[in-house]
């Protein structure tokens, strides 16, 4: 069979660069995208440890005209993208009185507008040769709240909506479209968070881990990468044709409660 190709946003850090590293593995062609400034080097050694074909477009998701860029470059190399994972988001923790409306519009733009642009991007080669795969990287927060996390809530319940949408236009197509919904993962984004929490509460970043992040994930370890990457690679293939519309929770319990 032809080898397929897989577009990543934000896959030069964190969740992104693991499942990048997963499809490399199996022998996809990549198209890397971030905003990393090393982005383009580290593309370039996935593709050279894993020899495949790729692509590094560092296009940002807070404008439409280059995503749509960014798509026909790749449709240009690689003929179709078929598989999208919308990976790539941002979080600002704040208290709604004190929430920045520049923040509330960069969320949602990042974390839920961009999965439209692009999806509305490569829908249609996607529908021409009757399959695809839209992959979207939401969180538990997607399903389930928590306090001072306005914008990325409303952004990931926004996109489990979008992706439930998508699966139903799909289906006539061999279109598939699923979310992921992790609990904590340790990445730059979660670093970040422990940072300032702990400077807040004047506790370790350990003690933030245990007391503040992991209280609500019954098995208290974060959730590896690898097991993300694991069920993208599982949702883009010919075996999960009819797993579509679904919110898949990789949360250690959190929203079992
Ligand atoms: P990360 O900060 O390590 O990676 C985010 C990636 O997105 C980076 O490559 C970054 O350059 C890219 N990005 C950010 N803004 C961008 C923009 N405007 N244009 C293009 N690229 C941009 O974070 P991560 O933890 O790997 O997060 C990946 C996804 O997983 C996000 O959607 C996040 O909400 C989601 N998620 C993370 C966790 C967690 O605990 N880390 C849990 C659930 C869901």
Redesign the pocket.
Known sequence: MQKRTVLI?????????AIAKAFAQEGYNLIF????TD?AQTAAAVAEEYQIAHLFD?????HPEALRTLVMRAEQRFGCIDILI??????HVSPIEDFPEEKWD?IL???LS?AFHLTKAVWPAMKQQRFGRIIT?????GLVASEFKSA?VAA?HGVVGFTKTIALEGAPYGITANAI??????????DKQLADQAATHHLSEDEVAEKVLLAKQAIKQ??P?ES?AAMCLFLATEKAATLTGAALSIDGGWSAQ
């Not at 919904?181 to 979660?190: F, Q």
């Open positions: 946003t934000g896959s030069t850090s964190g969740i992104g660069l995208n971030g905003l990393e982005g560092p296009a940002n998701m807070l919308n990976n790539a988001g941002i979080q960069a733009g990042v974390n961009s990287i939401a969180s538990a927060h990325y990931k919904c992790p609990g904590y993962v340790r990445t730059a984004l979660v974060f959730i990468t993300i």
